[in-house]
């Protein structure tokens, strides 16, 4: 079975703290992405990584940024937390060869106060 | 541009009811339909999906059907059981990178 697994479950972070979500997939899959999931707006991809050091945006980068130093890992960085990134975040991976199914986390809700 | 529309929530039936959840897309040519689940605390897992127009994509009883002249993919299932309380949602992709998706249902089943 696929995993994805996600540091956190729950984490609460002051205003302007610099916060670290990680994500780990054990299937050897090149993409993996990142999510917010807010009520009423459904999913929306913040970035996306399709090999090791690389990364793309997606639509609601502003805020945050990414790092894969390695195939498996995934990190999403809060560089300066605010109280409007308060949201589930989702981690997701996909393998190249299949058709187009991504494998999800479990999720991180995240609380910034 | 590309979105997915689906029927707003909550809903609320009786075991082994009929259930209908209304997907309407917009997109530029054929992508394709996925209809994902999320069972409370956990995170998505693909339901079904339809690669083309007139697939029907079916799995534990779900169905849809990939419709471009009405730009749909409901879903329906015969029978809802308690066990099927969870949000679901509708999206799109070309590439498996890009997802579209709608803003979720939530269902709720009492015995």
């Known amino acids: 079975d696929v995993k994805v697994t996600q540091s956190s479950r729950y984490l609460v972070k002051r205003t302007g703290e610099k916060v670290f979500l990680e994500c780990v997939q054990d299937?050897?899959?090149?993409?993996m992405f990142w999510y917010r999931q807010d009520p009423g707006l459904g999913l929306r991809l913040i970035y996306f990584s399709y090999d090791v050091k690389m990364k793309e945006k997606g639509d609601i980068p502003e805020g945050y940024s990414v790092s894969r130093e390695k195939k498996e890992r995934f990190s999403l960085i809060l560089e300066s937390a605010s109280t409007n990134q308060t949201s589930m975040y989702l981690c997701a991976s996909r393998p190249l060869r299949t058709s187009y199914e991504q494998y999800f986390g479990p999720g991180t809700r995240l609380t910034v106060t | 541009g590309n979105s997915v529309t689906q029927m707003e929530g909550p809903v609320t039936l009786s075991e082994e009811a009929f259930l209908t959840i209304n997907c309407t897309y917009t997109a530029t040519g054929y992508p394709s339909l996925f209809w994902y689940v999320q069972y409370p605390g956990e995170g998505l897992q693909l339901l079904l999906k339809a690669t083309k127009a007139d697939d029907k994509g079916s799995n534990k009883g779900f169905e849809a059907t990939y419709r471009k002249e009405t730009t749909s993919f409901h879903l329906e299932k015969g029978s809802v059981q308690v066990s099927d309380s969870a949000v679901y949602f509708c999206?799109?992709?070309?590439?498996?990178?890009?997802?579209?998706f709608g803003t979720g249902t939530s269902l709720t089943v009492i015995p």
């Open positions: 999206a799109l992709s070309w590439t498996g990178n890009q997802f579209y």
């Open positions: 299937m050897d899959h090149e993409n």
